[in-house]
């Protein structure tokens, strides 16, 4: 009776095991083709260049953010 029940149990495994083994590969498979086909069929948007009006607003806001950056800090050290 032992043998039996532990026959049983190692052909369980084994099925739960092959099954697993079964959908992961079909899985990786099926994601595969998934991938190559949108790669195929779907162009990818060429990257934006970046536009002429924020780089001239760019100097300034640095400006004002050290400026408000430094009052901060003198502030702290005065405390």
């Keep these: ?5 532990m026959q049983q149990g190692a052909e ?6 092959g099954t697993v083994f079964v959908f992961l590969t079909l899985l ?3 994601t595969t083709i998934m991938s190559s086909l949108i790669q195929r069929y779907v162009k990818p948007e060429p ?3 970046p536009s002429g ?4 607003t ?8 050290v400026a408000v ?3 901060a800090i003198k502030q702290h050290r005065a405390r």
């Design 1 to 5: 009776m032992q043998q039996t029940l």
């Design 12 to 17: 369980l495994m084994l099925y739960g095991m």
């Design 28 to 30: 990786v498979v099926l």
């Design 47 to 49: 990257p934006a260049g």
């Design 53 to 56: 009006g924020a780089t001239t």
């Design 58 to 65: 760019a100097p300034q806001a640095d400006s004002q953010l």
């Design 69 to 71: 950056i430094a009052a």
